[in-house]
T-cell receptor
């Protein structure tokens, strides 16, 4: 059974640009969540999508957005990139809200 | 406001001995707890979980204990192996009370298992 797949694995962007990250969940999983990991703030929840609807949202500015498609694949977008957005972005999928979340390898975003 | 705390940033244990990682939480709405293991530049790997209706869950070398009254949980690894060296994160969720899959993570404990 394939795991959670995130693309790309590495990305370098310039301040002010926008970026889109992609996540393909485990087959059959309907919940997809996104997290940001930085050395200073640790692992922080960005948002969760379930059956194409945003179910939860963390404390991040509106520059961070996401969506989920009918096949459960999800994308997150960050507009007007700032240096502080440099981080490891992790996607996790779950069958539903009462089961474990499995994480992808992450996308390392560097903003220069 | 750190709702999930791992007060030991690092732990060193000899191979074959028991590793005990601790986690405290403050939000009484949390009803499901998970432990993850993480290597640098990789995603967390799920290890074991426990629901608030239980006080112990075991899976092979890993056992998680939950003390609801103290808002404390611990992960025991027996016996510890060098391959267990990684950062361990405790996470909590309000799933059964409508919290969805939003996980609140602790700051992590770096476990080093020495030969």
């Amino acid at each position: 059974k394939a795991g959670v797949t995130q693309t790309p694995r590495y990305l370098i962007k310039t301040r002010g640009q926008q970026v889109t990250l992609s996540c393909s969940p485990i087959s059959g999983h309907r919940s997809v969540s996104w997290y940001q990991q930085t050395p200073g703030q640790g692992l922080q929840f960005l948002f969760e999508y379930f059956s194409e609807t945003q179910r939860n949202k963390g404390n991040f500015p509106g520059r961070f957005s996401g969506r989920q498609f009918s096949n459960s694949r999800s994308e997150m977008n960050v507009s007007t990139l700032e240096l502080g957005d440099s981080a490891l972005y992790l996607c996790a999928s779950s069958l539903d809200e009462n089961t474990e979340a499995f994480f992808g390898q992450g996308t390392r975003l560097t903003v220069v | 406001d750190q709702q999930v705390k791992q007060n030991s940033p690092s732990l060193s244990v000899q191979e074959g001995r028991i590793s005990i990682l601790n986690c405290d939480y403050t939000n009484s709405m949390f009803d499901y707890f998970l432990w993850y293991k993480k290597y640098p530049a990789e995603g967390p790997t799920f290890l074991i979980s426990i629901s608030s209706i239980k006080d112990k869950n075991e899976d092979g070398r890993f056992t998680v204990f939950l003390n609801k009254s103290a808002k404390h949980l611990s992960l025991h690894i027996v016996p510890s192996q060098p391959g267990d060296s990684a950062v361990y994160f405790c996470a909590a969720r309000k799933g059964l009370t409508g919290g969805g899959n939003k996980l609140t993570f602790g700051t992590g404990t770096q476990l080093k298992v020495e030969l």
